[in-house]
């Protein structure tokens, strides 16, 4: 199973940026997923999850500026993020919970990690 992160850049304060997580692979079902973040010198942080029900949970940080969603028929998870500030520079990393055979237990998969600066 991997996981692919895409859209991270560059961003004024106050802009916004969508970052996308597509997990693949032997997939037979995926269950939490979630974005977590690393800035500097500082350990990594939970900043949205969503279960495959749709129920969704944000560090108090984000809450109001950044909106997770999915897509569960393509295993893809988003980060709307928006209202950037400067101290949500960080890596980004994408986790998911994934069972791979109908057999087998929930693995917890990280994703590469994409950057995200918020300067102007």
């Known amino acids: 199973v991997q996981l692919q992160a895409f859209g991270g850049g560059l961003v004024q304060p106050g802009g916004s940026l969508r970052l996308s997580c597509a997990a693949s692979?032997?997939?037979?079902?995926?269950?939490?997923m979630a974005w977590y973040r690393q800035a500097p010198g500082k350990q990594r942080e939970l900043v949205a999850a969503?279960?495959?029900?749709?129920?969704?949970n944000y560090a108090d940080s984000v809450k109001g500026r950044f909106t997770i969603s999915r897509d569960n028929a393509k295993n893809t998870v988003f980060l709307q993020m928006n209202s950037l500030k400067p101290e949500d520079t960080a890596v980004y990393y994408c986790?998911?919970?994934?069972?791979?055979?109908?057999?087998?237990?929930?693995?917890?998969?990280w994703g590469q990690g994409t950057q995200v600066t918020v300067s102007s």
């Open positions: 986790n998911a919970d994934v069972r791979s055979y109908s057999w087998s237990p929930y693995r917890s998969y």
């Open positions: 692979g032997s997939i037979f079902n995926v269950n939490n």
């Open positions: 969503i279960t495959s029900g749709g129920t969704t």
